[in-house]
């Protein structure tokens, strides 16, 4: 979720009707509005083994967690399935999985795709195949690439790499676009060159920096977040894209970020990433999301 929401469209929220939200729902839903993830639809599951009534309410505390975030809960699909009983066969819950499927056609609308800008893909993944070269996988988040295209691989050092082949899920193709997930196939580039986190972008159009300031919102402690302030020097994992790098930061005049304010801050990182405004991020320590933001400047 932290890593790769960003390149969500829409998302399923499931639920256990039988123990309604847990911290870690309420989590979730806060890093896909913080991330762009405009529409949730949600998946009741387990409720072939729910009392009717306690469903009921299990569905109204999603619906107004749903609408706390901004994702208007009167207006989400809210499905009821069984994944156990729909895997045995059992036919009502195979059509419940059906009908949530169609809740995802119907309530998320095809993106607006990004076409016309540069070409830009977080790297996921890096692969290496035998007599081929080095593979690197990801979604492309905005742009076109086409295979004889030279990139260049942000924070490796790499330009002008010739991209010698594209394939999704399998399928060769002779462009991808955004939206789509991909692996290119990077002729002349060693296995250890290139790692997660970094990024390939058309030459030229991104260089990549490590200041930048931003406005940052400090999960509460219901939200899962800290239980207490922070000031600067306070010195975060920040999940940027595919990217996991220290930061160091810096509140200026504010003394100050207690758990639930919203605070400009300014980041210098552990070393170069792909910015720009606009770019959204999520904090963690300690193997939990303490807050989220979003790039307003780089420096």
Known sequence: MVTGAAQLDGAILVVSALDGIMPQTAEHVLLARQVGVDHIVVALNKADAGDEELIDLVELEVRDLLTEHGYGG?????????????????????????????????????????????????????????????????????GTVRVGDRV???????????????????????????????????RGVARDAVRRGQVVAAPGSVTPRRRFTARVYVLSTREGG???????????????????????????????????????????????????????????????TVAAGTVTAVL
């Open 74 to 142: 009167d207006a989400a699909p809210v499905v009821r399935v069984s994944g156990l009983r729909a895997l045995e066969g059992d036919p009502r819950w195979t059509r419940a999985v059906d009908a949530l499927l169609d809740a995802v056609d119907t309530y998320v609308p095809v993106p607006e795709r990004y076409l016309d800008a540069p070409f830009l893909l977080p790297v996921e993944n890096v692969l290496t195949i035998t007599g081929r070269g080095t593979v690197v996988t990801g979604a492309v988040e905005r």
């Open 152 to 186: 260049d691989v942000l924070g490796a050092g790499l330009d002008g790499v010739v991209v010698t082949g594209l394939e999704t899920f399998g399928k060769p193709m002779t462009e991808a676009q955004a939206g789509d997930n991909v692996a290119l196939l990077l």
């Open 226 to 288: 800290r239980t207490t302030p922070v000031s600067t020097g306070y010195r975060p994992q920040f999940y940027i894209r595919t990217a996991d790098v220290v930061g160091d930061v810096d509140l200026g005049e504010t003394p100050l970020a207690r758990p639930g304010d919203t605070v400009t801050v300014t980041v210098e990182l552990g070393h170069d990433v792909a910015l720009e405004p606009g770019l959204g991020f999520a904090v963690r320590e300690g193997g939990r």
